[in-house]
């Protein structure tokens, strides 16, 4: 067992350092070379890869695509370069495209790439929205918009609507409760609303149940003639996707997935500005035309 002993003194900063040095080197000697070696491993095969082009720049880091697979890594589309670190420690570019690690995390060396694009500079390859990223950066209008999350469901009449079905239609989504008073109360509201856009091609409302009792959902929306597709989201997960934690809330979806208006409760003004909303989102859709 080798133990360091303890320094009588802590050495000055520009004092010598002898040991293991042919020739003498102050601390601050050594620092200043550290922040002029340390750039220059990383800025010269950075700056030869670019000269090379990101092919030829892969196929100086052998080690690293042979990981790739192995390791999850798959290629993403962007042009955002960064430089990553093997386990060895070495540097190297490795083209521009962003990698996203599933099993063993690759690190980053600057989250300035991340901040262009909208992304979290903390963001951890292996967090469960990655895929929300990759829309992120396939689509840059995704770090402005509020776009609405993907889901699905099978509807009580048992048809399954998902998001990508929706896509070209303005969605008005109710998420309300049999178990909830002011839901209750803003149904006749509701009823009206929907039968002044039931002819709009371009316009869907869903209504879901939360935090129900199927049997009493099924009967409760069919004693109430509420005709238009419904969700029993029976384990809450779509509540989760959408954050809900009030009832009733009702958020508009445009014909492009984005979210163009949220609202809880409801009274006469609310209603207004809703329906103020609704109008508005299928005029965009008449001179636009469907979302592609």
Not at 29 to 37: C, D, Q, W
Not at 268 to 286: G, M, T
Request: glycine share 8%; charged share 25%; net charge positive.
């Amino acid at each position: 067992m080798y133990i360091l002993k303890k320094s009588k003194r802590a050495l000055g900063l520009n004092e010598p350092i002898k040991d293991n040095h042919g020739k003498p080197v102050t601390r601050r000697e050594m620092i200043a070379r550290g922040f002029m070696t340390g750039p220059a491993v990383i800025a010269a095969p950075s700056i030869l890869a670019m000269m090379l082009g990101s092919e030829k720049a892969r196929a100086m880091s052998a080690d690293l695509e042979a990981m790739r697979i192995p390791c999850g890594i798959i290629g993403g589309a962007g042009k955002i370069p960064f430089i990553c670190f093997d386990l060895a420690g070495g540097a190297n570019t490795f083209g521009s495209e962003v990698q996203i690690g599933r099993q063993r995390q690759l690190d980053f060396l600057s989250t300035q790439g991340y901040a262009k694009v909208g992304l979290p500079g903390n963001m951890n390859p292996n967090s469960p929205n990655v895929e929300e990223a990759r829309k992120m950066i396939e689509n840059p209008r995704r770090s402005r918009e509020a776009y609405a999350p993907d889901f699905s469901f099978t509807s009580a009449d048992g048809e399954y609507i998902s998001m990508d079905e929706l896509r070209g239609k303005v969605v008005l989504l109710d998420f309300w409760g049999t178990w909830c008073p002011p839901c209750r109360e803003s149904l006749p509201s509701l009823r009206d609303l929907y039968k002044s856009y039931s002819k709009e091609k371009a316009f869907m409302m869903i209504s879901v149940s939360v935090r129900d009792e199927e049997p009493i959902w099924r009967e409760f929306t069919a004693k109430n003639q509420m005709v238009w597709p419904q969700a029993f989201d029976g384990d809450g997960k779509i509540q989760r996707t959408f954050q809900v934690r009030a009832f009733p809330t009702y958020i508009l979806i445009d014909h492009e997935g984005i979210i163009r208006y949220r609202a809880q409760g409801y009274n006469f003004d609310r209603e207004a500005n809703l329906s103020d909303a609704i109008h508005k989102a299928i005029k965009v859709v008449a001179k636009s035309g469907p979302a592609e």
